[in-house]
């Protein structure tokens, strides 16, 4: 059984799960502005010698985004830093799909229902993807994307259709079409960590693995930037 350390700290939440021989061992708080602070107290309450390997971690799946830009930057500098120590493998999954498979967990969403996982981008903007129930796994339906709430588009949905995330509060300037089809709306809903984990494993499974040096945030939009370690030394 792999163990997996997992990382979420897209939105205001800070989350950090373990997951070892089946079990789930984790932590969620509500920190805005305060993710540096808590994720490596969090860190030491779940892996207290810091050993990650010792500790039976054999790979670091963290939220690679779209999310809030400090938030992304967090924690893949986290778990860039933990990678190049313990020398151990990354898992990148997206923070819109965590955010699907936690409305999956909490609401226990059956097979065939749709959900539209958004995300405030804080700039007039909303980041968005949509996402099927299938086999208990969110599968991806259509890839993340950044518009104007108005500006949002979907495909033919095919099942109930659920708006989850900090988005939904723009769901009333969605095209009355996509309104339409929203059966439920859960807006308060954010990501966490212990739900990257079966996305991070089925990632596992078919060889999606990172090393250390190829980490980085996604944040779909082109003109944002990441330097990894070795490029963020400081200016003369």
């Known amino acids: ?6 990382i979420e700290t897209g939105t205001e939440a800070c989350s950090l799960a ?11 708080e509500v920190t ?13 309450e779940l892996l207290p010698d810091g050993d990650l390997v010792r500790s039976g971690i054999d790979a670091i799946a963290y939220g690679c985004g779209p999310g809030s830009f400090t938030g992304l930057r967090i924690a893949a500098s986290a778990a860039q830093g933990l990678a190049f120590a313990s020398r151990l493998p990354a898992v990148a999954v997206c923070t819109l799909a965590c955010q699907a498979q936690t409305a ?15 995300l405030d981008a804080r700039i007039g903007e909303v980041y968005y993807g949509l996402y099927a129930i299938e086999e208990g796994r969110v599968t991806v339906r259509q890839s993340p994307r950044a518009a104007a709430p108005e500006h949002v588009e979907l495909g033919r949905v095919k099942g109930e259709l659920h708006a989850v995330g900090s988005g939904c509060q723009f ?9 339409s089809v929203i059966v439920r709306t859960e807006g308060d809903l954010m990501p966490h960590a212990r739900d990257l984990v079966p996305l991070a494993l089925d990632k596992i ?14 944040y779909v939009r082109e003109e944002i930037s990441w330097k990894k370690i070795p490029e963020q030394g400081k200016r003369l």
């Open 1 to 6: 059984m792999t163990g997996i350390l997992a």
């Open 18 to 28: 373990t997951y070892r021989d089946g079990d789930y061992v984790d932590r969620f």
């Open 32 to 44: 805005p502005r305060l993710h540096n602070q808590r994720l490596f107290a969090m860190l030491g």
């Open 104 to 118: 999956l967990r909490l609401y226990r969403l059956p097979d065939g229902v749709e959900v539209l996982s958004l």
């Open 171 to 179: 769901v009333d300037r969605f095209s009355s079409e996509l309104r």
């Open 205 to 218: 499974v078919a060889g999606e693995v990172q090393s250390p040096q190829d980490i980085r945030p996604v």
